[in-house]
T-cell receptor, first 115, second 113 residues
């Protein structure tokens, strides 16, 4: 079974631009979560989608948004990019995340650099 | 490959040694804990978990110890191999209340042949 895939793997943008990152979960997984990973803040939760609905949201500004499609694929968008948005963006999928632990399977991430 | 960052505590060991990676968690209400391994160029990968009703859990070459009194977790890796070189994260969660774990900062393990 193919793992979680993320595209693109690397991205360079300039301040003020916007960016869209894509995540394809493992087949059959309906929950997709997004995380931002930086040296200074570590792994921080952005949001989680299940059945095309955002179920949980971390403490990030409204410039960060996402959506999930009917096939469970997910995208996240960052508008008006800032230098501090440079990070590794990780997507994780699981069968279901509703009480108890459901193992999250992470993709390799998208490395975003904002110049 | 991708590097996680330059601000992590680092543990350097020789191949064949045992490694102990420590983690202090923040929420005394957390009752479920997970260790992840992140190799260069990859996302975090589940290693082992432990619930708060246990003090110790063993896997293949790995052991997790939980001390709830001082809110401390450790991951012991026996006979460390070069392939164990990675960043290791602990994560805490309040099971049945939230399914989004809170990750620790991570420790970089370097295994020298």
């Amino acid at each position: 079974k193919a793992g979680v895939t993320q595209t693109p793997r690397y991205l360079i943008k300039t301040r003020g631009q916007q960016v869209t990152l894509s995540c394809s979960p493992i087949s059959g997984h309906r929950s997709v979560s997004w995380y931002q990973q930086t040296p200074g803040q570590g792994l921080q939760f952005l949001f989680e989608y299940f059945s095309e609905t955002q179920r949980n949201k971390g403490n990030f500004p409204g410039r960060f948004s996402g959506r999930q499609f009917s096939n469970s694929r997910s995208e996240m968008n960052v508008s008006t990019l800032e230098l501090g948005d440079s990070a590794l963006y990780l997507c994780a999928s699981s069968l279901e995340q509703r009480g108890g632990y459901n193992e999250q399977f992470f993709g390799p991430g998208t490395r975003l650099t904002v110049l | 490959g991708e590097s996680v960052g330059l601000h992590l505590p680092t543990l350097s060991v020789q191949e064949g040694d045992n490694s102990i990676i420590n983690c202090a968690y923040s929420n005394s209400a957390s009752d479920y804990f997970i260790w992840y391994k992140q190799e260069s160029g990859k996302g975090p990968q589940f290693i082992i978990d432990i619930r708060s009703n246990m003090d110790k859990r063993q896997g293949q070459r790995v052991t997790v110890l939980l001390n709830k009194t001082v809110k401390h977790l450790s991951l012991q890796i026996a006979a460390t191999q070069p392939g164990d070189s990675a960043v290791y994260f602990c994560a805490e969660n309040i099971e049945w209340e939230s399914y989004i774990p809170t990750f620790g900062r991570g420790t970089s393990l370097i295994v020298h042949p």
